[in-house]
């Protein structure tokens, strides 16, 4: 019984020793987002890499928790394809304000995009959001935000197309980083749209009503390099 005892105890410990490390990656990572991003210093990809994105509308679900949104496909069917290699959507959130800078300057908001591949590759898109015209694509997600309490989920009664967000040729900066959140985890490669977005002025309070403000500081960029490659819509638009 006692040997079974300080079993069980030395793999608590050692558990507990795992998820301390895991959650220190958050201040010892050398690979942590967001960045800012110079632009002066960013170069095109030179070897050949090709993503490709096959979006198409579905209908998804999202859900809010304490500073955190999250909405989820109800279908499969969204995927990006790095090199050959298919990384499913699994959720886009947002959040207020930007966490990426583009040359110092932060965003009112920032839209995650988030994928993740058979083997657990993570792949985030980036899309920094600056107030202009209303978005559609959005419309009804943020404005059935007033109708929904925290804790709550909803699923949305139109369908949401991520490919009105981009065009047949997309500019990103491309950079190895890490989850915004705890755990953190690296790697994850992020591809940030050169060209902003646009929500409403009444669409950005919505969301910082609901969901407050929700975004990481700048971390050191190291030794790590940011380039410029893009996202190519698949023709089966
Ligand atoms: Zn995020």
Known sequence: MKILLLCLLLVTASSFTEAAEKMNICETGKMQSPINID????????????????????????TIEDGSFKAKPLIDGNVLIRNGKPYPLQEFHFHHKSEHTINGQPFPMELHIVHKSKDGKQMVVGVLIEEGTENKEFKELLSSLKTIQKGQSKSLQAPINLNELFSSETD????????????????????????????????IQAFQ???????????PLNEREISLTKIQQSSSK
Do not use: D, M
Not at 185 to 200: A, D, F, G, M
Not at 209 to 219: C, D, E, F, Y
């Open 172 to 203: 990103v900066y491309r950079y190895v980083g890490s989850f915004t959140t705890p755990p953190c985890t690296e790697p994850v490669l992020w591809l940030i749209k050169k060209e902003p977005i646009t929500l409403s002025w009444e669409q």
């Open 209 to 219: 009503h609901l969901v407050g403000t929700n975004n990481r500081s700048i971390q």
């Open 39 to 62: 632009t002066s210093t960013v170069k095109r990809l030179s070897h050949a890499e090709k993503i490709i994105s096959f979006y198409k509308p579905v209908f998804f679900k999202f």
